[in-house]
């Protein structure tokens, strides 16, 4: 059966203790077909598109016209998972009006879910309006890959106490503004379990540990097509090599008069 918002929502609470919530990512027709046929719980447009299929180095330039076209490709070979997009950077901080235009258009192509990043005042308001128009939202919080700039790069967060703190405190202002789950990213596998523990919503970890509700990883990563991973992603298959060198047979035949026939 098709999975829903409210299913990933009631996820904790449905007796039985629950298998963890998989997410993967797609960017085109062919990686949804590809996760959605393999199982997943949510497949998630993650603007991480932005550098794994746009080239990128952050996630900040993708706009908001990309990624329509890429959601609306996905959307086409998605058919059991949940679909969730990424809002990208720009399209959401300027106003809660410009978040619902934007999450609005998402819901428009067949989006179920968007996802905004962080947890402070003014993104919990947004996260509360959009909600109550019946917009479903994933929070993220812990390194929120937009505000790389701030952050100094990639790095992990949330290792000081009082940053700690602060984190947890985010996700629960999101669960209070009606978001229906909310990943964590790249955060000590001990303040992961708190934030778990502390949440009705389920939480998804992606280089946060064992403890969280679910895991998400960037399927390009997952596949080995990406030209690097993060640390905490785990590769699965060598599909770049692989690629290469049928690639390079390809040519090689041809050039040897072997293809065609
Ligand atoms: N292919 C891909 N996979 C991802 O998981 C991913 C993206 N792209 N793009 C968007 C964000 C960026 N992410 C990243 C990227 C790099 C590190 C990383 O290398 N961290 C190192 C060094 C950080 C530094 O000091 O700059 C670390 O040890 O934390 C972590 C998360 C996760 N997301
Ligand atoms: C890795 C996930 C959480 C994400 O935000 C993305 O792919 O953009
Ligand atoms: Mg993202």
């Given at each position: 059966m098709a999975v829903s918002v409210d299913r990933i929502l009631r996820w904790k609470q449905t007796g039985a203790p629950a298998q963890p919530i998989t997410v993967l990512t797609a960017w085109d027709v062919m990686s949804g077909q590809i996760v959605d046929q393999a199982g997943a719980d949510i497949v998630l447009v993650g603007d991480s598109l932005a550098m794994?299929?746009?080239?990128?180095?952050?996630?900040?330039?993708?706009?908001t016209e990309d990624m329509v076209i890429c959601a609306k490709a996905v959307r086409r070979g998605v058919k059991n998972a949940l679909l969730v997009v990424d809002l990208p950077f720009l399209s959401y901080q300027t106003s809660v009006e410009d978040a619902i235009r934007a999450a609005g258009q998402m819901l428009k192509i067949g989006a179920q879910a968007v996802k905004l990043e962080g947890g402070h005042d003014e993104v919990v308001e947004t996260v509360r309006r959009l909600v109550q128009w019946g917009i479903p939202v994933m929070g993220h919080v812990g390194?929120?890959?937009?505000s790389v700039n701030q952050l100094g790069g990639f790095r992990k967060q949330g290792k000081t106490p009082e940053e700690g703190d602060r984190i947890l405190a985010e996700a629960k202002a999101l669960e209070q503004a009606g978001a229906f789950c909310v990943v964590l990213e790249h955060i000590p596998a001990e303040l992961a379990r708190n934030i778990t523990k502390a949440l009705s919503i389920p939480t998804i970890g992606i280089g946060a540990?064992?403890?969280?509700d679910g895991q998400v990883l960037v399927t390009a990563d997952v596949l080995g097509l990406s030209a690097w991973q993060p640390p905490f992603a785990k590769v699965y298959a060598n599909l770049r090599q692989q690629a290469v060198e049928a690639a390079q047979q390809f040519c090689e035949e041809v050039r040897s008069g072997q293809y065609p026939a």
């Amino acid at each position: 059966m098709a999975v829903s918002v409210d299913r990933i929502l009631r996820w904790k609470q449905t007796g039985a203790p629950a298998q963890p919530i998989t997410v993967l990512t797609a960017w085109d027709v062919m990686s949804g077909q590809i996760v959605d046929q393999a199982g997943a719980d949510i497949v998630l447009v993650g603007d991480s598109l932005a550098m794994v299929a746009l080239g990128y180095d952050t996630t900040l330039p993708l706009t908001t016209e990309d990624m329509v076209i890429c959601a609306k490709a996905v959307r086409r070979g998605v058919k059991n998972a949940l679909l969730v997009v990424d809002l990208p950077f720009l399209s959401y901080q300027t106003s809660v009006e410009d978040a619902i235009r934007a999450a609005g258009q998402m819901l428009k192509i067949g989006a179920q879910a968007v996802k905004l990043e962080g947890g402070h005042d003014e993104v919990v308001e947004t996260v509360r309006r959009l909600v109550q128009w019946g917009i479903p939202v994933m929070g993220h919080v812990g390194l929120t890959p937009q505000s790389v700039n701030q952050l100094g790069g990639f790095r992990k967060q949330g290792k000081t106490p009082e940053e700690g703190d602060r984190i947890l405190a985010e996700a629960k202002a999101l669960e209070q503004a009606g978001a229906f789950c909310v990943v964590l990213e790249h955060i000590p596998a001990e303040l992961a379990r708190n934030i778990t523990k502390a949440l009705s919503i389920p939480t998804i970890g992606i280089g946060a540990g064992v403890h969280c509700d679910g895991q998400v990883l960037v399927t390009a990563d997952v596949l080995g097509l990406s030209a690097w991973q993060p640390p905490f992603a785990k590769v699965y298959a060598n599909l770049r090599q692989q690629a290469v060198e049928a690639a390079q047979q390809f040519c090689e035949e041809v050039r040897s008069g072997q293809y065609p026939a």
